[in-house]
Structures are given as C-alpha cells and as structure tokens.
C-alpha cells in the first residue's frame, strides 16, 4: 500500500514539473502572438511619380522700357530692334501697322525711328507695370488718355536731350532717340513665360499674314532656331544685324474698336485694338503652328495662350513677336 502510494506522488510530481514546463512555454509563446505585426514599408516604383508643376498664374509684367517703332518701307532699315525682348505688331490707320518695342534687360546705343501713340497702346501696355512709353506725338484725344493712364511718358518734350535726327533720312522717317538718356529701369531678364514646346502642333515652314496694307511672312530657319521675318515682301532687318528673326510668333485676333474717334490728316479712322477679353491665336515655335485661345481678363494682367485642354503654351527663348490681327484679316 505505501509502495503504491510512492509510485502515485511520483507520477504527480511529475506531471505537475510537466504542466510548469507547458505553462512556462506557453507564456512565452504568448509573449510572441501578442507582439504587434511588423509592417514593411511599400516600396515606391518608377511609375510613382509626383506631378509636373503647373505654369504661374498670368500676372503683370515688371516696368520697362516700351518704344513705338515706324515699321512702313520708308521708316526701314531699323535701329536697335535686335534688343528687344517683345515686340507688338499693332494695326493703325490706312490698314498699315506700327511696332512697340519692348526692352527689359540691356538698352541699345539707339533706337529708331520713332513714331506716334496710339490708342491701342493704352489697354495693351497696361500687361506692364509702369511702363515708360517713349513716342513721338500723339493725337490730342490720345494724350488726353495717356496722362490718365498708368505708365510714364518719354519724348521730345520730356527728355529733349535723348532724341536727335539721322541725316540721309527723311522726316518724319529720321527721329531716333538715346535710350541712355531715357528714365532708368530695373535691368531684369525677361518675365515673358518660356519652356518646353507642349505636344501636339502641325509643323509649318511658313505662315503669311495680311492686314488691310501690310503683309507678314514668317519662314522656320532649322539653322537660327528662329522664325525669319519678312515685310511687305522684303526682309525685315536692323542696322548691322541683318534680317531679324523671332523665336515665337504670336499672332493673336482681336475685336477692332473706333475708340475716340481719332483719324488721321486722311481722314483714315485710327483703329483701337481690344486686348482685354478672350479669342483666338495661333503660336508659332520650333517650327510648329498651335491653334490656342488667348485669355486676359483683366486689365492689368499679362495675355495667356492657352490650349484646347486649357494649359497654357509657353514660348520658346529668345525674341517674341506679337501681331494683333483683326478678327476679319486673322490667317486660318
């Protein structure tokens, strides 16, 4: 009797040193399961990539120096355009057309020759902040509208000493002023919005425009990357610089206005061409021709040309060149 009770202590004791063993291995199994999972980190494929960065909203351009420019045959060859950094194409009465230079960075020696205001040249410059605008007479309506406007005037009454007369030429073909003696600006590299050529356009080697008497072509040079600009049938060039080219072309529909009301000796009414609002344009840049619409809701707000999927096409570096074309006359 007392053996068998032996051999039972001893088969419990074992079995209890059993259950500890169990219960010890089982708190550390527990310990295991009631760990938090280890999450790895997904990794990021070469499709995972964040988006381009959108263009800058249109906003206004710093102040520079604007010069209106006689671009009829008698008024060529010109001086100084090759600095410039834009350069407006605007219609003006007898279905002819003057330029606004541009220049924001460096100044040439001269510029030349210069002519009158326009009308047009109010709404248009106003993309600019503070503009000098430098002429050489206005209409006594249009002078009226430019000391209200907001941009400085520079001519031959306000700064005498900056313009002179080139001899061999005739007046009023040979008044040419020294930006030097101009009011200064800021030197500041160009604002206008440049990059990358977007998708899509039709190559072109040529467009033809026509307004009522003058007459653009615009010939893709692969070799000067740049548009080369031919008036009235002839090169368009500047004083030791040969034919002048531009590395985007806008050309731009716009609605015509009577304004004041203003005419010529003739008796021609001045057209007043209406930059604020919407419409068409075709740009041209490396050797491509985009159908955009062309958007400036506000007056003091640079022109935006956008696509049909509405993002905006910027122009190519160097020299631009914008025509504002009546709606009727636009190239299609």
Do not use: C
């Not at 000493?161 to 030197?187: E, M």
Request: no cysteine.
């Amino acid at each position: 009797m007392t053996r068998r009770w032996r051999e039972i202590g001893i088969a419990v004791l074992g079995a209890g040193v059993v259950v500890a063993l169990v219960l010890v291995l089982l708190q550390f199994i527990g310990s295991d399961e009631s760990a938090e999972p280890v999450v790895m980190p997904t990794q990021t494929t070469s499709s995972t990539t964040s988006k381009k960065p959108e263009p800058p909203r249109p906003t206004q351009w710093p102040r520079g120096l604007v010069v209106k420019v006689d671009n009829t045959s008698a008024a060529r060859p010109h001086v100084g355009l090759r600095m410039a950094n834009l350069i407006f194409v605007e219609p003006v009465e007898g279905g002819l057309t003057r330029m606004a230079a541009v220049f924001w960075g460096k100044r040439p020696g001269a510029i030349g020759p210069v002519r009158s205001a326009r009308e047009t040249d109010i709404q248009m410059l106003a993309q600019l902040k503070q503009p000098i605008l430098t002429f050489s007479g206005a209409a006594p309506e249009v002078y009226g509208l430019l000391n209200k406007a907001p941009l400085s005037q520079a001519t031959p009454t306000t700064q005498p000493s900056a313009w002179y007369r080139v001899a061999g030429r005739t007046s009023p073909y040979n008044l040419f002023v020294n930006p030097a003696k101009l009011p200064k600006t800021k030197p500041v590299p160009s604002p206008l919005l440049f990059g990358k050529a977007p998708a899509g356009g039709k190559r072109i080697k040529r467009l033809h425009v026509s307004f009522q008497a003058a007459s653009y072509d615009f010939r893709w040079s692969g070799k000067k990357q740049s548009w080369m600009i031919t008036l009235d049938g002839r090169p368009l060039t500047t004083v030791g610089h040969g034919q002048l080219g531009a590395s985007t072309v806008v050309v731009q529909e716009v609605k015509i206005g009577d304004g004041k009301g203003v005419s010529d000796a003739s008796g021609a009414a001045s057209p007043v061409a209406k930059t604020v609002g919407r419409g068409e344009a075709t740009v041209l840049r490396d050797g491509k021709a985009y159908a955009t619409q062309w958007s400036r809701p506000k007056l003091k707000q640079e022109t935006a040309y956008r696509l049909e999927n509405g993002k905006r096409v910027p122009f190519d570096k160097g020299r631009v060149m914008i025509l504002l074309v009546p709606k009727f006359l636009a190239p299609k």
